[in-house]
């Protein structure tokens, strides 16, 4: 620690350089997440000092909790679900293996089952839990092939996985028939919708992936991502509440005597953010944002087409991969790890972005 405390002026211009060290968004065509919507900032603000890790002390942040869980489980056809507000996705799919493996105890050696698409969370899940990983090959379009499944599913699988939007390719798993899979084996059955959560219902065409699919018994999503939140905010949404129950210890000296949750502190801040959004905007204004992104995403599509730059798939939704070695460097792209371009059109990334991006990369092929 520094022995003198320095001055308010010193601090700002130190962290105002520190700031101007980051990316601007506006070139940020790499991410999931974007810049949080100012409704959400503001609520961030109001309940900046709030700790849902100790609710009887917030009970109004509390119930906001409950209030987001609520309209997220309707959202998700079932406004009966149980859940809570984590710190991503991350944190939501160890959450969820854990409920499976409890669920199974008397396997002495449990495995999951996930897409090869799954992202690096299951993998972190898994080592924490000492849970075995399979892992299923993807069919043509990238989706977790269901036949390939049912081959790999066996007795000691506590959990099957999938993904409804995938990282890399935005690709939705075929979830009805993997639900049916998980059905008939007994098994628990996690939708990872930590980003397609927040896309899938304002579509306009209809991709089942949530409560209304029967043995789905688990959904991440994350306001974080497309929900346009403030960071960090995830949530785990369960069919049952009583699924989270096994997760519960004690906690004798709290205003609560007993929690599910992983984290004990929990930020109030990105849960008012995160309800708020979703109550100023409804579904109208969700869909309007969804379906601006999806816009872009065709507009890029075409775009690249125009130059001979081939899509890597078709998307479910709004993340556009390429058959292209080379990108502009002033913009931030990302690379699959099949070597593919991937630009992901968040809300922040607006048309007049697609037009430039487009116009820099047309140069560099037309060279
Ligand atoms: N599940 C899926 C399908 C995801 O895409 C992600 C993250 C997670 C789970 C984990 O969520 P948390 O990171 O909230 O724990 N997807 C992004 C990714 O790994 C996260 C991200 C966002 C990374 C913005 C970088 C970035 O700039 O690419």
New binding site residues.
């Given amino acids: 620690m520094l022995n003198k405390g320095r001055t308010e002026e010193e601090l700002f211009s130190f962290f105002e350089q520190k700031k101007e060290e980051d990316l601007d968004y506006r070139f940020i065509l ?4 974007t810049l949080p919507h100012p409704i959400a900032v503001k609520m961030h603000d109001m309940f900046l000092e709030t700790n849902l890790g100790d609710p009887g002390l917030f009970s109004g942040t509390a119930s906001l909790e409950r209030l987001l869980i609520e309209r997220l489980g309707t959202l998700f056809n079932l406004p009966a679900a149980g859940g809570y507000a984590t710190s ?3 944190e939501s ?1 160890i959450q969820a293996l854990r409920c499976a493996r409890k669920s199974k105890k008397e396997i002495a050696t449990p495995n999951v089952v996930v897409p090869e698409s799954a ?1 690096f ?1 299951f993998k972190k899940a898994c080592d924490i839990l000492c849970l075995e990983m399979r892992t299923v090959p993807l069919d043509s379009m990238l989706k977790m092939d269901a036949g390939r499944a049912a081959e790999i599913i066996d007795k000691n699988t506590v959990c099957l996985v999938g ?1 409804a ?3 890399e390719y935005g690709m939705v798993d075929p979830i009805p028939e993997l639900a049916a899979i998980a059905h008939e084996q007994g098994t628990y059955f996690h939708v ?1 919708a ?2 397609g959560g927040m896309v899938l219902p304002f579509l306009d065409r209809h991709i089942p992936f949530d409560f209304s699919v029967p043995g789905v018994t688990s959904i ?1 999503v ?1 306001p ?1 991502k497309m929900g346009m939140s403030t960071i960090p905010c ?1 949530c785990l949404l369960v069919r049952d509440p009583a699924i989270l129950s096994p997760l519960n210890i004690d906690t004798p000296y709290l205003s609560v005597k007993q929690e599910f949750t992983l984290s004990g502190t929990r930020p109030g801040a990105p849960v008012a953010g995160a309800l708020a959004v979703l109550d100023y905007l409804g579904v109208e204004g969700m869909r309007a944002v969804v379906q601006g992104c999806m816009k872009n995403t065709w507009r890029l599509i075409d775009g690249m087409d125009t130059f001979g730059i081939q899509r890597a798939v078709t998307p479910d939704m709004n993340v556009a991969t390429f058959v292209c070695t080379h990108a502009p460097d002033r913009w931030k792209v990302s690379w699959t790890r099949r070597g593919h371009l991937r630009i992901v059109c968040m809300p922040h990334v607006h048309r007049d972005r697609i037009e430039m991006f487009l116009e820099d990369i047309g140069e560099m092929y037309a060279r």
């Fill in positions: 790499s991410s999931m997440c991503g996705g991350t799919n992202h969370s993904i939007g995938t990282t990872d930590a980003f991440a994350d974080h995830g």
